[in-house]
């Protein structure tokens, strides 16, 4: 019902920054809330920020709070992440994700997915 594709990912050196997007097909605009979303290799998907519907309220984890931000641009159907002042512990794959009503913090509530992008930060 919902395609998700990201973009933009990339090797970038501490201190650094990175935009990436998200691009949404099929039924987009405003019927959904969207979230970033990292994974390192054997671990657990971790949240990263969250935005609402029209685009009015965002939440974030803390270990970005005041680096990243998370916006949206309905009539593009894109969401997007700028990350300022990029750590190495950073550095993982970053999912976009959709939730037809609030999916919060935890992964298994969003019902869209995109491939991922990897973001790779050298110190």
């Known amino acids: 019902q919902v395609q998700l594709v990201e973009s933009g990912g990339g090797l970038v050196q501490a201190g650094g920054s990175l935009r990436l997007s998200c691009a949404a097909s099929?039924?987009?605009?405003?019927?959904?809330?969207m979230g970033w979303f990292r994974q390192v290799p054997g671990k657990e998907r971790n949240f990263v920020a969250a935005?609402?519907?029209?685009?009015?309220?965002?939440r974030y984890a803390d270990s970005v709070k005041g680096r990243f931000t998370i916006s949206r641009d309905n009539a593009e159907n894109t969401v997007y992440l700028q990350m300022n002042s990029l750590k190495p512990e950073d550095t993982a794959v970053y999912y976009c994700?959709?939730?037809?009503?609030?999916?919060?913090?935890?992964?298994?509530?969003?019902?869209?997915w995109g491939q991922g992008t990897q973001v790779t930060v050298s110190s």
């Open positions: 099929g039924r987009t605009s405003g019927s959904y809330a």
């Open positions: 935005i609402s519907r029209v685009g009015l309220m965002s």
């Open positions: 994700a959709a939730d037809r009503t609030y999916g919060g913090e935890s992964p298994d509530a969003y019902d869209y």
